[in-house]
Nanobody
Framework: QVQLVESGGGLVQPGGSLRLSCVAS????????MGWFRQLPGKQRELVAT???????FYADSVKGRFTVSRDNTKKAVYLQMNSLKPEDTAVYYC?????????WGQGTQVTVSS
């Protein structure tokens, strides 16, 4: 089992920045891709960004050029640096880790972009 704990969410004004962190614990050996998803009330969870164990990133078109995903394999952590935030980025952000083709999810952290 893998446990994921996110942190770093909060309230920020449009144009501002936030950095989300997610740390894995438990059976963390051979975690492959890690990433971030987000969900608005009543909507499906959507991919934001992922990064492989070889640090190969992938971004949703809506966040390209504004968000940066990174990971620290020694700390079993994945990060999401979010810049130039927009009101439409408001959502609950979830961390996900894949290990042996099984997906583990964090509990989510709220990001609110509002003036």
């Amino acid at each position: 089992q893998v446990q994921l704990v996110e942190s770093g969410g909060g309230l920020v004004q449009p144009g501002g920045s936030l950095r989300l962190s997610c740390v894995a614990s438990g059976s963390t050996f051979n975690i492959n891709t890690m990433g971030w998803f987000r969900q608005l009330p009543g909507k499906q969870r959507e991919l934001v960004a992922t990064i492989t164990s070889a640090a190969d990133p992938f971004y949703a078109d809506s966040v390209k050029g504004r968000f940066t995903v990174s990971r620290d394999n020694t700390k079993k952590a994945v990060y999401l640096q979010m810049n130039s935030l927009k009101p439409e980025d408001t959502a609950v952000y979830y961390c996900r880790a894949e290990r042996y083709h099984y997906y583990y999810w964090g509990q989510g952290t709220q990001v609110t972009v509002s003036s």
